[in-house]
């Protein structure tokens, strides 16, 4: 059923109808979804992965079920999680990368709707494996069933014939609410592997009991408001799951765009409880229709907009939700007043919310009419929230004066801070679009790429992906581009420009970059790309200038003079200590003894005490020997005049290139996925909390070359500033990294997607080299200061094996330690999660590996929670299991944790030890 959406009918959805054709048809595109999603799943894996994962199998069982049954199994929440899980993988192409680990794994999950599907039909067999949850437990999904088959997320056999389950398994009914809406703690994929930020409930028969009649309370109070919203509702929502609060003032609930028909909910006051199942069907509503049809037209995503719901700033769509959903919850209240007994609440508590509620409607609607661009059934939908929320204010009493004069101030003292925190910025205008441009065609043809090919991508866009430089890095050397006069055509310029940088012609690249921004200077990657060439042309404190101040130079619309400096004044722009802190942090150094009283006594102690632990101590030592060109590290305020001898000492050459705050509340700001292990905003001053990112050489060109490329992700003003791509290229180089290694990093350090510690396993033949360990690389042990292509890398080898005997000829004691902590045995989770253990002894079968350890220690600790580490610590047997580790203490079972693939960083776990060649 496709549903038939115009400007008449899309008003008539926004508002609760019950379940008439339209809303229907819109709900029935989740299962279609899904069923689609499965479908292509089928035809897109290589055979390979299809035939290790049984999924074809599974997929056959189910379709040849009855369509009902179908759609009550594909239609469940879970199915739709595994779905978009699944083609989370494929996106990150896991069925290239790492089949074995996630996607082969995941595959063999689909058994359980198939097998949930044959129990429904009452006929049929399937003979699988499946892995038990956390509690041990195997669910059906939309069979409303779930099994009880052994130990905690181990593989179990999952096999059914004509409804009958092998083994005859203990088994727990999911309750239904009703219209047939499960409350289900059961289904551990209804926990969303972690997305969800909540602490999930586990009910007893009691428990869930009291949280059933609850429910039913308020469900039962939503039809006696209004009929047609509880029959959406029952429509809508598929599954209630229960979460804790960890305030009883805070309630908590929230809807997943990845699990359609999912609502997790808390409780607590009824008013509260009731608002919430209202308030998260409109999310539920809302996301339905954004699978049909966008309302919102070219969305980025960027979190920059005020929402008087939330703290931190929002993007356009989040606002649309926010509104929609409140709306929703407005029009409820209105109807609730209208009750004799206001449905058992509080009338005056009732009036005051909903007049709260319609304040900040009408605050979020200011807010998409000022900066989202609607399509035609968005601008129709939008409206009718508006007529709607107008029509709920003139319907709603006032508050007593009182409390309006409270919330009215409430509200003002929330955009107030907000406004303090976010502090306004120029926006970026919507551009009219780049049109095609006969002068660019020539320099197109000569990229290989169409003479229609147009900028749009990087106009007015803060992340951008700019294939005409992926062109450009692809073109060869010996191609020529034809002549372009600068100003003349906004994509010439630019194309000769990513050329010219590409090639080392920095001040063509320069004089090109500033014709871009002559052409649209409110396009902050036209000024980036430009002081990224200024860096090149050691113009750094300029192009510093233009970096931490884009915004401003947007707002002015000046276009740069290649021959003039852009800046007001030659003021520095980065506040360095005078004089050393009053107390300063200790030395925390992770050595022995006699290694200590060795480096105190060495011309290195200083950047020890630098860097407060000595972390790339070794890599140091490389660069002062000439074994390596350049190096960065961090120093903080306590260790910035130790830096200052330490630099004087050895001869050194530095530039300090921004100070670099971990804390800063702007990381909240930047979109999902736009961070790497490098996670900070740019601070003007190295004080208390921030660090100093410096480049070392032993002489001024090489650190030029190292300086000009090494730019490193930083936020300026809630904006992540990335290096110019063109600069990985260089970048490797400019540190005297192997080319191999260099073309490896390039091929698979994607942060989003790939897992760079796995590649290089894959890579390896033979046992591994402790000169090739790169996990300690950011310790006082780490010989390697960079990731090999492999574990036995022939010219890593041949690097770290002379920096070893440099060490050893200067600091044997020191060289002897690095070589035992280099040798020992880790597990390696991710770049962000990996752990040494002490006492340790590895035992291995066909499909497990066991580690008992005394003690254990994260080496990289930069997140602020790290649940794996914490459970490693509370025991002393792991048990690494495909992707799932097992912690026990003394015999007994803790807990596990599971590594993840679809979400940034993704988690391969793996156990390896060093030899000595």
Not at 293 to 301: E, T
Not at 728 to 744: I, M, N, S, T, V
């Amino acid at each position: 059923m496709t549903p038939r959406l115009d400007q008449s009918t899309i008003a008539a959805f926004a508002r609760p109808g019950g379940w008439t054709d339209t809303t229907r048809a819109v709900f029935a595109s989740r299962y279609l979804n899904t069923l689609v999603g499965v479908r292509r799943l089928a035809s897109l894996l290589p055979e390979p992965v299809l035939a290790a994962s049984g999924f074809p199998g599974c997929l056959q069982a189910l379709t040849e079920a009855a369509a009902p049954v179908q759609r009550r199994v594909l239609g469940h929440p879970s199915v739709a999680f595994w779905v978009d899980v699944a083609w989370d993988l494929v996106r990150r192409r896991a069925h290239e990368r790492f089949p074995d680990v996630h996607l082969v794994p995941h595959l063999r999950e689909f058994a359980r709707p198939a097998c949930a599907a044959l129990y429904l039909a009452g006929t049929g067999q399937l003979d699988a494996t499946v892995r038990a949850d956390a509690h041990g437990r195997v669910s059906l999904p939309g069979a409303g069933l779930t099994l009880t088959m052994g130990e905690p997320r181990r593989r179990v056999r999952l096999a059914v014939k004509e409804a009958t389950f092998a083994g005859d398994p203990p088994s727990s009914r999911v309750p239904r609410l009703s219209g047939g809406i499960e409350l289900n703690w059961l289904d551990h994929d209804l926990r969303l592997g972690g997305r969800a930020d909540f602490s999930f409930a586990d009910l007893d028969p009691a428990a869930a009991e009291h949280w059933r009649a609850t429910l039913e309370e308020q469900l039962h109070l939503i039809a006696r408001v209004s009929e047609p919203l509880a029959e959406e509702l029952s429509g809508g929502v598929n599954v209630i799951v229960p979460v804790h609060s960890p305030d009883e003032r805070r309630h908590l609930s929230g809807s997943f765009r990845e699990a359609p028909g999912l609502v997790a909910l808390s409780l607590g006051r009824p008013l509260s409880i009731v608002e919430a199942l209202v308030h998260e069907y409109g999310h539920q509503k809302l996301n339905a229709i954004m699978t049909i049809v966008p309302l919102i037209v070219d969305d980025a995503g960027e979190a920059l907009h005020y929402s008087p719901w939330r703290d931190d700033p929002r993007p356009l769509t989040g606002l649309l939700h926010a509104v929609y959903s409140f709306a929703m919850a407005a029009h409820f209240h209105r109807g609730l007043l209208d009750l004799p007994d206001a449905g058992g609440m509080r009338p005056e508590e009732v009036v005051a919310r909903a007049y709260r509620i319609v304040r900040q409607i009408r605050v979020g609607l200011d807010g998409l009419r000022e900066h989202a661009i609607l399509s035609p059934l968005g601008a129709a939908f939008v409206a009718e929230i508006v007529a709607w929320a107008e029509e709920c204010a003139d319907g709603l009493p006032l508050p007593p004066p009182g409390d309006r004069h409270r919330i009215d101030a409430d509200l003002a003292a929330h955009r107030a801070r907000w406004d303090e925190r976010n502090p306004p910025s120029p926006m970026l205008d919507e551009p009219a679009p780049v049109l095609p441009d006969p002068a660019a065609a020539g320099v197109l043809r000569a990229l290989g790429l169409p003479e229609q090919w147009v900028p749009n991508g990087v106009v007015r866009r803060w992340y951008t992906g700019d294939s005409l430089l992926e062109a450009a890095r692809a073109l060869p050397e010996d191609v020529e581009l034809p002549s372009v006069t600068p100003g003349t055509s906004l994509t010439a310029d630019l194309a000769v420009a990513h050329v010219a940088y590409v090639r080392g012609d920095y001040r063509a690249a320069a004089e090109h970059y500033a014709s871009c921004v002559g052409l649209d200077p409110r396009s902050p990657y036209f000024w980036q790309c430009y002081a990224f060439a200024l860096r090149h042309l050691g113009r750094r404190d300029e192009a510093l200038h233009i970096l931490t101040r884009t915004e401003q130079l947007m707002a002015k619309a000046e276009p740069p003079a290649v021959n003039q400096d852009i800046r007001p004044s030659a003021a520095p722009i980065l506040t360095l200590p005078s004089a050393p802190p009053a107390h300063p942090r200790s030395v925390l150094l992770p050595v022995s003894e006699p290694v200590e009283a060795e480096l105190r006594g060495s011309p290195y102690w200083n950047f020890v005490a630098a860097t407060l632990a000595g972390a790339q101590l070794p890599t140091l030592i490389a660069v002062a020997h000439g074994l390596k060109p350049a190096m960065d590290a961090w120093i903080p305020e306590d260790g910035w005049h130790p830096f200052l001898a330490l630099v004087a000492e050895l001869g050194l050459r530095y530039h300090v290139d921004a100070c670099f705050d971990r804390f800063s509340p702007q990381l909240a700001q930047v979109p999902p996925g736009q961070l790497t292990t490098t996670r900070a905003a740019f601070a003007p001053a190295l004080t208390e909390g921030t660090e100093a990112h410096v480049f070392l050489a032993r002489d001024s060109a090489a650190l030029d070359r190292v300086v000009a490329a090494g730019w490193y992700p930083l936020i300026v003003n809630g904006k992540l500033v990335n290096k110019h791509r063109a600069d990985h290229d260089k970048f490797g180089d400019a540190l005297g990294y192997p080319r191999c290694c260099q073309d490896f990093f390039r091929a698979r350090n994607n942060w989003h997607d790939d897992n760079t510690y796995y590649a290089a396993l894959r890579n390896t033949r033979g046992e591994p080299s402790l000169l090739c360990n790169p996990f300690i690389r950011h310790r006082v042990h780490g010989l390697i200061a960079y990731m090999p292509c492999s574990y036995t890398c022939a010219s890593t080898r041949q690097y770290a094996g002379h920096l070893r005997d440099v060490i050893r000829a200067e600091l044997p004691a020191y060289a002897d330690e690095i070589e035992r902590e280099s040798a020992k045995l880790l597990l390696c989770v991710s770049e962000l999660r990996m752990y040494g253990f002490t006492g340790e002894t590895l035992t291995r079968s066909a499909d497990e590996v066991n580690i008992d350890y005394e003690s254990v220690e994260s080496l990289y600790p930069v997140e602020h929670s790290d649940p794996l580490a914490d459970l490693l610590a509370s025991g002393n047997r792991c048990t690494l299991d495909g992707n799932i580790v097992h912690v026990r203490r003394n015999g007994e079972y803790l807990d596990s944790y599971e590594a993840r693939n679809d979400r940034h960083g993704p988690e391969c776990p793996f156990v390896i030890s060093f030899g000595r060649g």
